[in-house]
């Protein structure tokens, strides 16, 4: 069974960073293409990061220089650290799994948000 927990939201000032967590289990995550999405309150899911199989990275143009995303193959956990936080970032944090075409698989998200 594949499971995808994150962690990691919370409450931090404009600025400010957070590192959210991705922990893995049921798959190895270095087989596949893992991806962070967020989706703030009225608006719809939005892709933020990626990282895929082969170590390639892919980021939402609105967050590149701010955000990297990484992967632990010891702990099949992939991470987010998000740094210069805005406002308008506030949302529930989601981690998926899958391949080039979709992701088949998503965490219960983690919220993020980000006071001015």
């Known amino acids: 069974q594949v499971q995808l927990v994150e962690s990691g939201g919370g409450l931090v000032q404009a600025g400010g960073s957070l590192r959210l967590s991705c922990a893995v289990s049921?798959?190895?995550?270095?087989?596949?293409?893992m991806g962070w999405f967020r989706r703030a309150p009225g608006k719809e899911r939005e892709f933020v990061a990626a990282i895929r199989s082969g170590g390639s990275k892919y980021y939402a143009d609105s967050v590149k220089g701010r955000f990297t995303i990484s992967g632990d193959k010891v702990k099949n956990t992939v991470y987010l650290q998000m740094n210069s936080l805005k406002p308008e970032e506030t949302a529930v944090y989601y981690c998926g799994l899958g391949d080039v075409a979709s992701y088949n698989y998503w965490g219960q998200g983690t919220q993020v948000t980000v006071s001015s």
């Open positions: 049921g798959r190895t995550f270095t087989r596949y293409t």
